[in-house]
C-alpha cells in the first residue's frame, strides 16, 4: 500500500480517555506526560497542530442524563470537564518546552482565551499548540462535532482521531474475532453502515467540508509520528468512494 500524502495543519481530536490509563478515571500524570511528549516529536517536524479534547475520563454528559440530571445542564458539565483536560495538558506541553494555548468555547478569562478563529490561526501560524475546550460551547453537540468545526474554520487538512484501536472495523474487533480493519472508507459508507467512528453531525460536516479524517491508534509509541511523516497507519475516511479492507 503506498503512502500516505504529509500534512502542514492538522488538527487532533483526543477523547478524555486518552489522558487516563485504561479502565480508569480522571488525570493520569504519566499518560498525559507520554502523550504531551508524542506532541512534541511532531512539532519539531514544523507541523501546525491544534488539539480537540474530550472530557469523558471527568464526565460524560450523557451519562449525567442517566443519573437523572437535565441534558443541558449534563452537557455543560462535561464541557466543563474538556476545560480541565486543556489545562493538564497545557501544563504537561509546556514543561517540555512547547508553547500551547488554550481557546475554549465558554468564557473563562481567568485561565483561557475565549475561541476567536483569527486568533487560534494566528496562534498557528507562529508554531503554537491550540487546545480548543468547552466542545462548541453548546448542549446536543459532541466533541467529535467541535472537532470537525474547528477544523473547518482554522482551514486543517485532516482530522487525525486518536482512539485505542488501530483505526475502522467492520464490526467491534473487542467482540469479533473476525473484524476487519478498513485501510479507505467513504464517509457516505461510513454513515450508511453506520460505523462507530464519529457522530453522524461530524461526519456529515467532514463530508460536506471535504474534510478527510484519519482513524489511529494513540497508544501505540511512535505511532502518531509514523502517521505524520506519511506512513500508512490507521483508516482514512473520505470523500473518495473507494473502499479497501487492511491486506487486500
Known amino acids: 500500500m503506498?503512502?500516505?500524502k504529509t500534512f502542514k495543519r492538522i488538527l487532533i481530536k483526543l477523547s478524555g480517555e486518552a489522558l487516563v490509563r485504561e479502565g480508569e478515571y480522571g488525570i493520569d500524570g504519566n499518560t498525559i506526560s507520554a502523550l504531551a511528549k508524542e506532541i512534541l516529536e511532531i512539532h519539531k517536524q514544523n507541523l501546525e497542530i491544534a488539539i480537540v479534547i474530550g472530557g469523558g475520563n471527568i464526565f460524560r454528559g450523557i451519562r449525567g442524563v442517566e443519573k437523572g440530571i437535565d441534558?443541558?445542564?449534563?452537557?455543560?458539565m462535561g464541557m466543563m470537564a474538556t476545560?480541565?483536560?486543556?489545562?493538564?495538558?497545557q501544563d504537561s506541553c509546556e514543561k517540555i518546552g512547547l508553547y500551547t494555548r488554550v481557546q475554549?468555547?465558554?468564557e473563562m478569562n481567568s485561565i483561557a482565551e475565549p475561541y476567536i478563529r483569527r486568533r487560534a490561526v494566528r496562534h498557528l501560524e507562529k508554531k503554537r499548540v491550540v487546545i480548543f475546550a468547552g466542545g462548541t460551547g453548546n448542549p446536543y453537540f459532541t466533541t467529535d462535532t467541535t472537532a470537525?468545526?474547528?477544523?473547518?474554520?482554522?482551514g486543517a487538512e485532516v482530522i487525525l482521531k486518536a482512539t485505542k484501536v488501530?483505526?475502522?472495523?467492520t464490526s467491534d474487533p473487542k467482540i469479533d474475532k473476525d473484524a476487519k480493519r478498513y485501510d479507505k472508507i467513504?464517509?457516505?459508507e461510513s454513515i450508511k453502515k453506520r460505523l462507530k467512528v464519529m457522530d453522524q453531525t461530524a461526519l456529515t460536516v467532514c463530508m460536506e467540508n471535504d474534510m478527510p479524517v484519519i482513524v489511529f491508534?494513540?497508544?501505540k509509541k511512535g505511532n502518531l509520528k509514523e502517521l505524520i511523516s506519511g506512513k500508512n497507519i490507521g483508516t482514512l475516511i473520505s470523500n473518495n468512494d473507494e473502499v479497501v479492507l487492511a491486506n487486500e
Open 104 to 106: 475554549s468555547a465558554i
Open 2 to 4: 503506498e503512502s500516505r
Open 217 to 219: 491508534d494513540i497508544f
Open 71 to 76: 441534558r443541558v445542564t449534563a452537557d455543560y
Open 166 to 169: 488501530d483505526g475502522v472495523f
Open 83 to 89: 476545560i480541565m483536560n486543556a489545562l493538564a495538558l
Open 148 to 154: 470537525s468545526l474547528r477544523a473547518v474554520e482554522i
Open 186 to 188: 467513504s464517509f457516505s
